[in-house]
Structures are given as structure tokens and as C-alpha cells.
């Protein structure tokens, strides 16, 4: 509002004035212009303070509203303020708490590093030294190198320095056979062996080899009693590691990388004969890290075996890629699967979506089966019925591990979780969070569990504790495989490349370069490296120089899993199984399953062999004529 000028108010007044106190008289024709004063009620310094009260009450009105506009809006801008002010402070909170979660972790990683590095050690001064054996009260003096020859194998497992060990008068005692240990101990020590000739002792040897867990020795035995030569045979389960040949490590003839044909035998299997419970003794290996004093003590069902990853992966459509594993131990003979029938025993449905990994345990004839439904299912191969559903993750379950009654699974909802088989429950605690993006595989190992994922890295975690206690970095694409044994730890990935890692020191000491697309499965033995990959090959390769040594072709689509065992490979892609001799470095059998969709997962054990498919079913198959 605009106040009124000082010549305004005068101008008012004047008027007022003229209008109230000016008159005019005419006498005798003329004008009188004398002033008549006329009486007013107010005079004329009141009537001018009237009008300045006027226009200042107007202007102390206008200000005041102003004024109290003005506090209105300075109070909202304080509110606003103190909302703004409370906002960072609870981020700045939860950033500190990350920096703190993050800093708690490498602590964690510091002391389980100090921690491996203390066992190594222990395990290097160990290896110093002769080992002393005693063997049924016999005893003998030979060499860490002789007893860890064979890979998977029991002594192997014992001596390794993965499990803490005991001795007594500086000697380990094994209550076992002390007549066939010298048999063992030449087929460990150069590969030569003299079969005996007396068919009983044969079985006594073949008795000590099994519990061993010689496949080599086994398949020695197993050829001189089903028709083989009864002369002196030779086996190298340990080639020395300097080779000009290293094809031959793998059974081929050629010095450069041998590409085989596809093979040409090709049979549909769909028999269904009733299922018999096999008495094959599978050894799952232990959970937790245990005192072995013994291998008595261990019992013949639960040696110390080494796990091994040996399905995997390729995404289902529009979806992201996941990754299995799977536990071989142990069988108590050396199946040949090229030999003979292969029948379809049971076919198992249930899932509502793509299965996408699998385990079974021959002693206890359980199956456990991973779907894109987001379930984890519990059977029992001799009926073929499902005994449990295990509901918890809120996205495809990729992976899965089980060992005794611990079972672990990944999922692409990022988390993994820790399973108690027999009661169907999820363990207190038994959620590992930490990837950014899906699990696609993993692999668990006494108290370590290894995961990959989508988010381009490898973690190490402490199962015991539920933490992660190294993360490895140096794919630039989804992590679609891993196994380790030892310090040695393999990861394939949809980059096309295989790494090579020490787990010790977390640093990738070999990068594998050859398939031309993702590679999607892999397994490995001692210095055998098995990958499969989208480029619908399979490639061999010798991790003593890192070299691939052969390519086998066969697969008309993506090969996505594989497992071999001595001298047999099975691999699934499409909608077949193919089997590999890799003496010869050739496919010998395709099996077209009668999965409708192509083969996701698969694994084989003893005469037994379980394929999972993106149809969602499960199918168990068995080698015909099993000989108990």
C-alpha cells in the first residue's frame, strides 16, 4: 500500500478548510471578500492529526501483516532445514556403520589369511619329513609324495593337509590289510604292479583298493577278472610333471591340441525296469575340519574325499545364467559307462520350472534338485518320490551342495543358505549375504564354501562363522563356475576365460584363453581340466603348463554340464548325454534322452546316473546288468 505524500495531506486540508470557513458578501451591488469565520467542531490542527492517524494506522497494519508473512515463511525454512539436517545425519550413520561392517570384514579376511598361512606352514614342515606307517601291526616307512599319488583318494585326502592328523611313536596306524599295503604302496609309488595270480588274493586287493579309493588299481583288477590279461599291468596315476607329450597325460597321440570328431553312436534309451537298491558305498566328505588319528576311525562309509565340482551352467532364457555343483565320492567299483545298457529308471516331476542342479548320495539313495520355481526338493530315488520341499529363496535356486546332512544353495535372489537335510529347515544364522547379483555356482569343501555370481566375482566363506573371508576379482563377466582343492581354486566365466587362483594369496596365476564363447561348466583333477562352453566344444587341458591339449567337438548345442571320472567323461547339452573315453580321446555313446527340452544338469555315480532338463524333470537312469 502506498502512503500518501505530505502535499497530498495539505492539499485534503486546504480543501476542507475552504469548503467549512470561507464566505463571500455583497453590498449594495459590490462584493465583500472579508473573511466570515464560521465555528467548526474540529479545529484545524485536529483535523489534520486525524488524517495522519488514519494513513498510519493503515501503514502499521500493512506492515504487520508483511512482518508475520515474513515469520510464517522463516519457520517453514527452519522446519525444512531441520528435516534436511536429520536426513544426512541418518546417512552419514549409515555409511559409518558400512565403513565399519567393511572394515570388521577385512579384519576378518586379515586373520583368516594369517590363519591359512599358519596351516601351510604346518603343512610344508610336515612334508619335510618320512612318514611312518603302520598297517596291521606291520610297519612301514615311505614317502608323503607316495601316499598323496592319486588324487581323490583316500591317503591322498589323510595326507594332504586339509585335515588336522594325529600319530602316535611317530607313526600313523591303519587298521587295515597289512599283506596287500606293499601291492598299494608299488601302485602308488611308479604305477608297475605284479597282479596276483591267486584269484582270492585278487579280491582281498580289490577289497583294499576300494576302501582306498584307488579307481586305477580297481580298474586293474576288474579287467584280470572280467576277461583282462593276467600278466603284469601297468597304470600311471601320477605321470611325472615334466612331459614333451602332453596329450599323453590324457590318453591322446598327437602333440598338439587334438580336435576329435563327433561321434557317431547314437541310442534312445527309455526302458523302465524296477529299480534295486544298490549296495554302493558313496563317502561324502566331512563338513567341518576333524582330528583324523586314523583311518580306521574314520569308518569305510566317511573317508575324507575331496569334492568336486562336476555339473554347471547355461541361463534359461531372459534369464540370468546359474551354476551348479556336485559332490563325487568315492564308489566302491570303477564303472565303465560305455559298457553295457544304460536304462531309465524313474522320471521325476514335481518342479514347476527349469531344474537347475542336482546331487545324489548313493548310500542313502537321496537326490536333492534345484528349480527355477524357487524350491529345493528332497527325493528318494528308490521310489521316486519327493520326501521334501525347502522353501525360502525368492529366486531361482542355481546351485546346491550337500555333505552329510549340511546342505548349502545359491539362488539369484544373491543370497546363499544353509539347509538341515533331515529336518527340512533352514540352520539359525544360515543366510550368507554379501553378492551384488545372482549365485550362479558353488562349492563347499570342509568349512569353506566358494560362490560365484553375476556380479563378476569369486567369494571365499567361512561356514562355521557365516562371513566372507576373501573376495576375488578379475573376471569382466558373470562368474559361471568354480572349484577349488587345496590353495588351487578354478573359475570359469561368460568372459571366455578360465582363471587360475591361489587362494592363499588371492592373486589369478593363470588366465586360459581358446573357447570362442562362454564357458559354462568345468572340473578339474590334479593337473586334468575339463571346461564346457556355448561354443558347443569341450576342452582338455594340462594345468602343468596351462596348455589346452585337446578339443572335443560332438555337441550340437551348448555344452552346459559335465563330470568325468579316470578315464570316462559324460557331458550334457541339447537334449543328449554323451559319453567320452579319454584313453582314446573319442566319443563312444550318445544317449538321446527323452527329456523334451536339453540336458541342464547331470550327474553319475557308481552304475547310477540322474539328468535334470529345462522341461523340469528329473530322470534316473542305471547301467543294465549291475553285478553286486
Known sequence: MQCASSTDMVEEFDSSFSADHAASTTVGGATDNRLVVTPSPLSIPERFE??????????????TEAFQRFVRELSQAEERAVRDLSEVERVLNAKGEKLEEERRQLHLEQQGL?????????????QMNKIRVNVGGHKFETSLATLTAERGSMLEAMFSGRFPTEYDNNEYFIDRDAECFPFILNYLRDGDIDIPK???????????????????????????DHGGEENNSHFSPHPPAAKKDPVAAWGGRNSSAARLPACSTSTTYSNRPTITHMQTVSYPGPITTTTVTSLASLGEDTPPSETIVATNSLPPIGMSNSGSSMHLSNSSRHQVWWDGDIHEVHTLKGHTHYVLCLQFNLQTMTLITGSGDNNVRVWDMDTGTCTKILYGHTGFVCCLQFEDNLLVTGSKDTKMMLWDITKGKRVQNGIFEGHTSDVQTLHMGGNVVVSGSA????????????SCTAILRGHTARVTHVQFHGDRLVSGSSDRTVRVWAISSRQCVAVLTGHTDSVFCLQFEGNRLVTGSSDKTIRLWDLATNDCVAVLEGHTGWVKCLQFKGTQLLSGGDKTIKIWDLDKLACVKTVTTTHTNDVRCLMFQGRYLVSGSFDGSIKVWRQGKPEF
Open 198 to 224: 591267486d584269484k582270492q588274493v585278487r579280491g582281498r586287493l580289490l577289497r583294499e583298493a576300494t576302501f582306498y579309493g584307488l579307481d586305477g588299481l580297481q580298474h586293474l583288477l576288474d579287467k584280470v
Open 114 to 126: 594369517q590363519n591359512e598361512r599358519d596351516r601351510m606352514q604346518s603343512v610344508h614342515n610336515s
Open 455 to 466: 556380479d563378476h566375482t569369486i567369494r571365499t566363506w567361512d561356514i562355521a562363522k557365516r
Open 50 to 63: 486525524s488524517i495522519l492517524s488514519g494513513k498510519r494506522q493503515t501503514l502499521v497494519t500493512t506492515i
